[in-house]
């Protein structure tokens, strides 16, 4: 039976913190995520290279370096905890075998460091969701199917802690919704389509983590509001859109926390702010320390309510200090010692340093705006007092947008001319979103595309 | 400007498709040469909708709107266009390589080319190297434009140009590439004749190489 979220888990913007989540996540080791420190996650890829069986041994030897590169390096900075999320490149969820083969060597090297030093570790592992290699997508059965799920099984069983997606049903329609600054599209892609995928795959995931007796950890928008920041960074769609995508993406998310999911959440998953707020579940963001991946505007932000502190992802390259991965750890380790410095200090210090955070980067962007505790956690409230995923997303299209114009009116952030008259725009197109779920998926149906998207794939 | 044709350059700017579509028609009634409609209607109106673009005026999805109405205009202009075999500025070939499922690059720059009047073949994602090598045979491409986003395809673009080399077709076409893990040096490594970092920058580039 699906949880059904319909009051916050945090109520008070004073108690929105970094750190500290209503529900921490317990480890076997005993690390708890959430319980009042806020620990590093490392995330690293490979350099420019192919993967197939002839590279097989140099992509073994480049995740040995990396991790035993970076286990060295939190050891020299007495971290006294920290998680690696190892998101796999496709080639090795196509190929689960060598999935599951990186896992294990990255759990063997955390088991050794925890052995050795006595540093306790978590293993995230996100396998990709190669569903989307069928065009469209074969989201329920087929071989991309059976090897994704395949590749959960098979990493669970090599020692992740932690499984998490960045699923993508839905996505087959909301990038050309993106890029075409359709609203009704882009709707109906996360509320309608991604959120019954939502619930199909992570039922699966769910059970896969009981089997195994693995943490269900969650599941980021990144394919959708990530996409969208990153075109707004490069000036092809107005950041106002980008935002209000942002926060169109809750409701998606939050399925994976009805079916199960328990934290922490995935790093780029910015909406994991209002899943935090609503399910009181830790999470992990990124932001100044991910630089190394994307630019952003969210940089110290971000930092205001994680439970991990992310670098995203780098590549192994050589810097003048070391590899990227090795100083990526290092970031993370000062950006977190700081933060748990002020909560030693006290909630008025990390309080304090979180407004910090806050004031520093809320004025300058909407997309940094609509991270603001305050803010998220009024908007948290109205899309969770809707029934449904149609419901909750139609309502964080309103109430984002109102919200908008509102920040405008006092100044809280400036618009320019040219993203005022896109916020009239999208306003016209919210305001003609229906109430009945059925009336809008009717009228989305002669607009689709079906060489793009198979509903019958989403029940529809 | 002759009335007829600011309308329809006034028309593409604003993305009033069915508006640009009467007006070339009204156009050609008038008796006026279908390349004179095509470059000083249409073109140079998304010319100046290139211009808005990079003013940061417009985004991409108006840029999208004001494209559609060139094609609105376009097939009503084309039965004249072909009658006075007046060609495009050139043919593209476009894809995402094999292995990589990202699009949304690669659609921008088919879409910008477009507006600059190349005759656009996208092939999609995940694209063989055999699949680039037939479209260049068949459509007799001037350029072949390939995209890759992660660093582990990347390296496939390099198996494309081995494989339009390996049909004799490399004299033929220029090879441009791009995606957000490339770099010019890496271009030049893997034999292209190009690489552009964003999509408006593409156009130019391949006009560029056609000259």
Redesign the interface.
Known sequence: MAKKYQELAIKDPTDFLFGVSPYPVSLKNGLTIGGGKVYPEINFTLPGMGINPETMPEVRDQYAQMIGDVTKRAAELHADGFSVEYELLPDLTLNPEWGAEITKLLREKLDGLAQNEAIKTCLRVTPNDIREFSRPPLLRHGKFVDDMFRCFELCAQAGADLLAIESTGGKEIHDDAIIKGDLAASVFALGILGSRDMKFLWEKIVSICKRYDVIPSGDSACGFGNTAMVLAEQHYIPRIWAALIRVMTVPRSLVAFEEGAVGPNKDCAYEGVYIKAITGAPIALEGAEAACAHLSPIGNIAKAVPDLWSNESVQNVKLLAASAPTVSMEQLIYATRLMNKAADKGKGSALALRDLFIDSDSAGDVQAYILRPDVALDLSRQIIAEPTAYLRTRKAALAALDCFRKAQEKREITLSRVELRWLDALSRQADQLPDSEEEFIAQMRPTLDPAKVNLSEYDL | MNKNLAAIYQSVVEGESSQTAKKVQEALDEGINAEVILNEGMVSAMSEVGRLFEQ??Y???EM?ISARAMQEGLSVLKPALAKAEVRSTGKVVIGTVN?D?H??GK??VGMMLEGAAFEVIDL???VPPERFVEAIKTNGAQIVAISAL???????MKGVIQAICAAGLRKNVKIIVGGA?LSAD?AQSIGADGYSA??SKAVALAKSLIA
């Not at chain 2, 992660?150 to 496939?156: I, K, Q, R």
């Open positions: 940061g005026e985004f991409v999805p999208l292995g499922l699009d949304i659609n921008l999609g994602t995940d992660l660093t582990t395809t990347m390296n496939n893990p890496f964003d999509a």
